[in-house]
């Protein structure tokens, strides 16, 4: 009799597992070998993809060797922005955003050793991931893919073209192709998605796999956000020599705002009024006159500061001589892209009359920007409610209110105000005041303030109804964040309904427009 074959010297055993920390060497090696040219992961990144969710490091091994691999993380996708870029998606590489309360299983990363191609080991890691996506209950695998042959066709094709010529079999790309074989979807196409990978020319197809065996849980849903995030200038009145050094403090706190990544940036009303100190002019009516020689520099400034920290500037407000000698207090928004509007104060104080004759006017404005539609009104503006009623009903959700106060009475009028109108009209206010004094300049002697963000009052929003203040009469600013969603809902379905409830059937506002 023949002696039997010993089946064990033909076995070569391929394992579908999780990666381990003793992996992380030979993963970084594959890489290397896999993306040359492209930067590998370091070992901080894959130790915190081990610490964050183990589950989602997947790695096939043959024969003791690692041929394969696969990194994922958990996300709401709904919070990423439509072009999101890698880095943006695996905060930095090391998926410390990976919320294991989220919908989405998010593929960072698919790599097989070239040797080994044709073995189906991409199969075997985007099984796995469906295996994965189906044991958490999740609704959906999403991929940022590369098209790593786009390259070859750049000059005489869009990515667009490039893509629809894949989806449709008419080029083949290695890394499209395949996930559309293997039951992705496309989404749409993000440019400059990994700056590294110039095969692509840095672009991706985002594609995502729906799991049909997803089923909702109890009292788990996600409700999306629009946050806007606003920084508030209390803003500290003292001598200066120069209108460039009123330049170069303003300057300072745009940068503030834009650092913290703001949308607006909201500055006093009046506080231009600080350049009146080194004017020597002993009489205010002349003052003032003197005062709006300086509105071109003025919007000058705002317009380059708005354009060059890409932050919305609400302009505070300045003295603007117009209609053959008539002074009037306006508020400017400088937008980021450069554009300029302007609010005009409609209500007049008794002080403005007396000291400086200003002149009222008689339009109420509603801005469109970036973060949705907003509103100006000046100071004593806000004291009125047919004005924040009628920006209201015209599709402002911020109304925001530049003022200047001497004394804690006037100030808490203007924020009882702002508080009321937010209640009232279920929006977001905003006030922004001065501080300091300036002894040489007559009506703008001292100033007292309290800046602040207002919300509704209801479970959704910030408690007390106040997102952020200021401490008094300090020079400081305030950063907080708005969510324009929440109000949506809030009209919709909140503990009271202010705007769906109104009468209109017994009383209403004639605006003469």
Known sequence: MSNKIDLSKFEKKIILRQIGYKDIKDIIALQKICFPGMEPWQKDHLESHLEEFPEGQICVEYDGEIIGSCSSLIVNFDEYDDKHTWEDITDGGYITNHNPDGYNLYGIEIMVHPEYRGMKIGNRLYEARKDLARRLNLKSIIIGGRIPFYHKHEKEMSPREYVEQVTTHKLHDPVLSFQLMNGFTLMRINPNYLPDDLASNKYATLMEWNNFDYRAKTKRHYKTAFPVRICVVQYKMKRINSFEEFAKQVEYYTDVASDAGSDFAVFPEIFTTQLMSFLDEQSPSKAIQRLTEFTEDYILLFTELA???????????????????????????????????????????????????????DKVRVFD?????????????????????????????????????????????????????????????????????????ENMDIQYAQSAIFAPSDFEFAREGIVGECNPNIEMVIIGDVDLEILRRQRQSGTVRQLKDRRPDIYGINYKD
Not at 320 to 326: F, M, N, R, S
Not at 415 to 429: F, G, K, M
């Open 307 to 361: 354009v060059k920290y890409n932050v919305n500037i609400i302009g505070g407000s300045h003295f603007v001589e117009e209609d053959e000698g008539k002074i009037y207090n306006i508020a400017y928004l400088f937008r980021r892209d450069g554009t300029i509007e302007k609010q005009y104060k409609i209500h007049i104080t008794p002080n403005e009359r007396k000291w400086w004759g200003i002149s009222r006017g």
């Open 369 to 441: 920007t970036d973060c949705g539609k907003i509103a100006i009104q000046i100071c004593y503006d806000i004291e009125f409610p047919e004005l924040a009623r009628i920006a209201t009903d015209r599709g402002a959700n911020i109304i925001f209110t530049p003022f200047c106060t001497e004394d804690r009475q006037g100030y808490l009028r203007v924020r009882y105000c702002a508080q009321a109108r937010a209640v009232e009209n279920q929006i977001y206010t905003v006030i922004a005041g001065t501080v300091g004094n300036l002894p040489q300049t």
